[in-house]
């Protein structure tokens, strides 16, 4: 069995001695154009020629939670697309978004600038039933998302294509119930894959269904929001804020708006990162079953796009 090893950004030697402890005897190598072909890949972002060059591939895991860069190239026939099912991400994801909740519902934005300014300020408590949640997408991450919010006994709404029952989340499912989703939501965090079907899902229409006084958090891909349509609805006052870690452009341009609006929180794409030794022991593991011809967790449906 032999492995390749490419990921682009990615130091290999520590992932390449992970999975030799993890598959003692595996051949596994970082990729070079011109390598021999490999019977399973490990990939961030790989070249076009990387995947030309391996048409034997039975299986290329993602290191990543999201697929879409990967599923935009010409894939091996024979390939399965494995993504990570968890590997510590969801718990990371959670954090995030209830600090980011947190945050703007204790208004503590605010309190940071009259700090600044040296000033000791007092704001009304606001009240957790006016600040419902929507989570849109309930795969591994906002599953853990939705459940987590509602520790903190927060209305959560959840939308999914296909019906879920989460204890304590009111969920929504179906293109037919987006619209109503929407209108009873205040918080929006949106965790969905990014596909044809929801690629500018978070556009004018869309986002000016949520309640007045709404708040964006986009944690999932940065082509899911219309930069633009996002900015006039906060300078409208239609929206109150957002917190933006994902961006159609990565690191995002310094001349881009998002820096310097006054209503946006930008973070640097750090919500969940991968987390090397819990990828490596997952992956592994799902390489050494296929190789007994078991079933997988995982496996990308390619017509589906997740």
Request: proline share 7%; charged share 20%; hydrophobic share 45%.
């Amino acid at each position: 069995m032999r492995i390749t090893f490419c990921c682009s950004q990615t130091n290999a030697g520590p992932w390449l001695s992970g999975f030799r402890a993890e598959i003692p005897g595996v051949d596994i190598s970082e990729w070079a154009a011109g390598a021999p072909e490999a019977d399973y890949a490990v990939v961030w972002a790989p070249p076009q020629q990387f995947l030309d060059e391996q048409p034997g591939l039975r299986g290329i895991f993602n290191i990543g939670a999201g697929v879409d860069a990967l599923l935009q190239l010409k894939l091996p026939p024979a390939a399965k697309v494995v993504r990570l099912d968890d590997a510590g991400m969801s718990v990371q994801m959670a954090e995030f978004v209830c600090h980011a909740v947190i945050r703007h519902f204790r208004e503590f934005d605010g309190y940071e600038q009259d700090v600044a300014l040296g000033k000791w300020s007092y704001r009304k408590p606001r009240l957790r039933t006016d600040f419902p949640v929507g989570v849109m997408g309930l795969g591994v991450l906002g599953e853990r998302v939705a459940r987590s919010v509602a520790q903190f006994d927060f209305p959560v709404n959840g939308w999914s294509r296909s019906g879920k029952s989460i204890d304590g989340v009111r969920v929504f499912c179906g293109a037919s119930q987006l619209h109503g989703f929407l209108a009873a939501t205040r918080v929006l965090v949106c965790l969905l894959p990014l596909t044809p079907d929801t690629r500018d899902i978070m556009d004018h229409e869309m986002l000016s269904l949520l309640r007045p006084g709404g708040y964006v958090i986009n944690v999932a891909r940065g082509a899911h929001l219309v930069d633009s349509d996002l900015i006039a609805l906060l300078d409208s006052g239609h929206l109150a804020g957002a917190t933006l870690d994902v961006f159609r452009t990565e690191p995002l341009p310094a001349e881009h708006p998002f820096w310097r609006h006054p209503k946006i929180t930008v973070t640097p794409h750090t919500s969940a990162r991968t987390l090397r030794e819990e990828s490596i022991a997952q992956i592994a593991g799902k390489i050494l079953a296929l190789q007994r011809g078991e079933p997988v967790a995982g496996v990308v449906d390619l017509a589906r796009g997740y």
